[in-house]
């Protein structure tokens, strides 16, 4: 696939400054000192709100008609999401676990993968109610990785979503729990509040997920970070799979859960794949972009942790500018997956590519 492959021709362009720094006082340094700005490509949406461009640093041209809102739709879509979280998981006996997994599952986020989960299920002809418990599953997964990946053994992050961690208000082995419990009530969820849709496609929704967080996707991802960590020898390909693996699994897994549970032909399916697996390295060049352009109050967790902590970056590896080059490749990439779709039906998924790239947290 071509967004896999787009770092390998780069190798032999960019003689970048940052593969050779030692220290991260000089990197960031020579990092802003170095960084320019793109003109990308305006979204074609004029209702997507105009954030500070994580691409360009200024906000993005709107065209004069208005096709698709949006701002409406994520709204939308995220208080259906919150409400179905909210009802999923309910505070009951014993009631220190589940007020610790609805602490994180309820703090606030994008629903990013939700809205693609749903998104992909409306693309392919099925209604919001076939993919609400698997967009509701995939976002106690993510926060599950998020309160794991907050532990001190981990990361050892005290901010997320811009309040404390789960293992800070409630202790470490409570907070291992509580992501275990949403890991586990995901799949419940997944298998008892699907309706309408055919055992054998919810099957293969379960066996889809369940890929995307093992040690063919999430904890592969998370294993190669760990021992990658503060080694100067890591390179493109070793980052790339980190992040194939780490963030673009479950965002991938997202979208494929929607189409499967929509009823979506393999041809469909497929292709949704590649566009989410483009969408999913884009949300983390992006997220690295962020982490050394951004503060931890605009971030609302820390910033700048994965200089201090010697992690291999795209900004590090490649430089800002070049790391905004492929922000960009990889979006139109994504968008280009989607050709022969319905356009109306389409243009949610390519308001969240677009979301995803020129985000500013």
Known sequence: M??????????????????????????????????????????????????????????????????????????????????????????????????????????????????????????????QSSAMPAACAVEMIHTMSLIHDDLPCMDNDDLRRGKPTNHKVYGEDVAVLAGDSLLAFAFYHIATSTKGVKPNRIIQAVGELAKSIGTQGLVAGQVVDILSTGDASVGLEQLEFIHIHKTAALLEASVVLGAILGGGDEKQVEKLRKFARCVGLLFQVVDDIL????????????????????????????GLEKSREFAEKLNKEAKDQLVGFDEVKAAPLVALADYIAYRDN
């Open 2 to 127: 071509k967004c896999l492959n787009m770092l390998n021709p780069w190798l032999l362009q960019t003689n970048s400054i940052f593969i050779h720094s030692n220290t991260s006082n000089t990197f960031i340094t020579t990092f802003y000192k170095h960084s320019k700005q793109l003109k990308p490509t305006s979204p074609n949406l004029k209702s997507i709100r105009p954030i500070s461009s994580v691409l360009t640093n200024q906000q993005t041209k709107q065209p004069e008609t208005q096709t698709f809102n949006f701002n409406s739709y994520m709204i939308e879509k995220a208080v259906a999401v919150n409400t179905a979280l909210n009802d999923a998981v309910l505070l009951q006996e014993p009631p220190m676990i589940h007020e610790a997994m609805r602490y994180s599952l309820l703090a606030g986020g994008k629903r990013v993968r939700p809205m693609l989960c749903i998104a992909s299920c409306e693309l392919v002809g099925g209604p």
């Open 291 to 318: 982490d050394v352009t951004k503060s931890s109050q605009e971030l609302g967790k820390t910033a700048g942790k994965d200089l201090l902590v010697d992690k291999s970056t795209y900004p590090k590896l490649l």
